[in-house]
C-alpha cells in the first residue's frame, strides 16, 4: 500500500512513525517532509499553498491514501480535488474544514446547534466596533476570521484596545484573514483538547492530551504553536469527555451533516472547562502539534492506519478506540528567536543514545545541508518518552532533551507538571 502524508513538521513525523507500527507497513511518500520523515519514506517537494500540486505528486506517486496533517491544503480545498480524481482522502473537505477557516463560521454554526460557548459578534465594518465592544460588560477577546497561522486571536486588558485592535484587523492588519473580526466574551476555566476521527457519520473518541502553549515555564511569556504536551489529559475525566463529545462535538456534525456538509476527518475541539462545564473555544480540522506526537504512541499497533484508511473509506466502527495505559511526555525544542523570529540555520546535534524502545526524536524544523542536520523552523523537534508514570515518562523525556544540542534552543522545563 502507498501512502502520501502531506506535511512536514512534528506531527507528520510522527504520523509516518504510527503508519509502520503495524503488520501491514505502507510505502510513504511525505509531502514536503523533513529530515526525519526522509528516513522513513520518500520526500518530495511541493508547496502546501497549492492544491493542485498536492493532487498532481498523489497521481504521480499511485498513493492509495492521502493524510492530510495541516489546515491550509484542507481550507484550500485539497480534498475534494482529491475525491474528483478518485484518490481516496482522510480529511474533511472544503466545506466542513470551514471550521477551523472561519471563526465566524463557526460561532454562527455552533450557535445554531445550541453549542455551549461564550457571547460573540461578528463585525465587518469599522463603524460597528465601538458599540459592539461596549455591549460586553469585560474587555471581549477580538479574532481574526481567518486563518493566521497562530497570529489572530488577542486578549486586550482594557474595551479602548479592544476597539483598537479590532478596527487595525478590519483596516488589513492580518490582511484578509481579519477583515471579518469576530468579538467574544472572555471565558475562564481550565483549557482542554480533545480529539476525534470521524467518517461523516460515525465519530471516534480518541485518547486526550494537554498542550502547552505559552514560551516559558509556568505557563508565562508568549503563546506559541505548542512547546509540549502529555497523554493522557490528568484534567480530563472520562465523564468530561463524554459531556465534550454529546454536548459539543455530537451536535456540531449533527448540524454540518444537516447543511449537507458532513465532516470526515480528524477533529480537534478547544475547550474552556468553566466550572467543568465544557464550552467550545474552537475546532481544528485536523490534528494538534504537538498533541499528535503524544497521543499516537499510545495506540495499538497498526491501529493509526486502519482509522486513517476506514476513515478515507466511510467505513468506521463506532468502537472505541484501545489505549496504551502507559503515559507520553513531549518536549518540543525551540530555535533561537521563536515564536517572533526564529533564527533558521543553526547546526543541531543529535546523540545516538537519545533513541530506544522508549524514547525518541520527532523532527519538526530540521533538514539536511552540506551532509549536516540544521535548523529549519521555529519549532525544531520534539522528544517523546513513554512510560508507566508521568513522573518516569518526563525523567526519560528530559534526559533525552539533553541529548539534543543547537545554538540558541528553547524549551520547557516543567512539561508535564514538573
Ligand atoms: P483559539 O485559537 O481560538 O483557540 O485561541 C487561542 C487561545 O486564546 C486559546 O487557547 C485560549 O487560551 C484563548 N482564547 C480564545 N478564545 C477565548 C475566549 N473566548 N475566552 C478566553 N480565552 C480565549
Ligand atoms: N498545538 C495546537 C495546535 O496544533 O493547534
Not at 63 to 83: F, M, N
Amino acid at each position: 500500500m502507498r501512502v502520501l502524508v502531506v506535511g512536514g513538521g512534528g506531527r507528520e513525523h510522527a504520523i509516518c512513525r504510527a503508519l509502520q507500527t503495524g503488520s501491514v507497513r505502507p510505502e510513504l511518500v511525505i509531502a514536503p517532509g523533513n529530515a526525519g520523515t526522509a528516513r522513513l519514506g520518500r520526500n518530495v517537494a511541493v508547496n502546501l499553498q497549492e492544491p493542485a500540486q498536492l493532487v498532481a505528486v498523489a497521481r504521480q506517486e499511485h498513493a492509495e491514501l492521502v493524510i492530510v496533517g495541516p489546515e491550509q491544503p484542507l481550507v484550500l480545498g485539497l480534498v475534494d480535488r482529491l475525491e474528483a480524481a478518485g484518490i481516496r482522502a482522510c480529511g474533511p473537505k472544503m466545506a466542513a474544514a470551514k471550521i477551523e477557516g472561519s471563526k465566524a463560521h463557526l460561532r454562527e454554526l455552533a450557535a445554531s446547534a445550541n453549542v455551549p460557548g461564550p457571547a460573540f459578534a461578528i463585525l465587518t465594518e469599522v463603524h460597528q466596533v465601538a458599540r459592539a465592544v461596549g455591549r460586553f460588560a469585560a474587555p471581549p477577546v477580538v479574532k481574526a476570521d481567518g486563518l493566521a497561522a497562530g497570529k489572530g486571536v488577542f486578549l486586550p486588558a482594557t474595551h479602548e484596545e479592544c476597539i483598537a485592535q479590532a478596527e487595525a484587523l478590519l483596516a488589513g492588519s492580518l490582511g484578509d484573514a481579519g477583515r471579518t473580526v469576530v468579538l467574544e466574551e472572555r471565558l475562564t476555566g481550565v483549557e482542554a483538547s480533545a480529539f476525534f476521527v470521524c467518517d461523516g457519520d460515525v465519530c471516534v473518541r480518541w485518547p486526550s492530551a494537554r498542550d502547552h502553549k505559552r514560551l516559558r515555564d509556568g505557563d508565562q511569556g508568549p503563546n506559541t504553536g505548542g512547546m509540549g504536551a502529555v497523554s493522557p489529559n490528568p484534567a480530563l475525566d472520562d465523564d468530561t469527555l463524554r459531556e465534550i463529545e454529546a454536548q459539543v462535538v455530537r451536535p456540531t456534525l449533527a448540524a454540518l451533516a444537516r447543511r449537507g456538509t458532513p465532516y470526515s476527518g480528524f477533529l480537534f475541539a478547544g475547550l474552556m472547562l468553566c466550572e467543568r462545564r465544557p464550552m467550545l473555544l474552537e475546532f481544528n480540522a485536523r490534528l494538534g502539534d504537538p498533541e499528535t506526537q503524544a497521543i499516537l504512541p499510545r495506540l495499538p499497533a497498526g491501529a493509526f492506519l486502519e482509522l486513517a484508511d476506514a476513515c478515507s473509506r466511510h467505513s468506521l466502527r463506532p468502537a472505541a478506540v484501545a489505549e496504551d495505559p502507559r503515559v507520553t511526555c513531549a518536549v518540543v525544542l525551540a530555535a533561537a528567536g521563536y515564536p517572533e523570529r526564529s533564527r533558521l540555520g543553526d547546526p543541531v546535534d543529535i546523540e545516538p543514545g537519545l533513541e530506544s524502545a522508549d524514547r525518541w526524536l520527532d523532527y519538526s524544523g530540521i533538514k539536511a545541508k552540506n551532509g549536516r542536520l540544521v535548523t529549519s523552523g521555529g519549532r525544531v523537534a520534539t522528544v517523546v518518552a513513554r512510560a508507566d508514570s508521568s513522573t518516569a515518562a518526563g525523567g526519560l523525556a528530559y534526559r533525552g532533551v539533553a541529548m539534543v544540542r543547537f545554538a540558541g534552543a528553547q524549551h520547557r522545563r516543567d512539561i508535564g507538571g514538573r
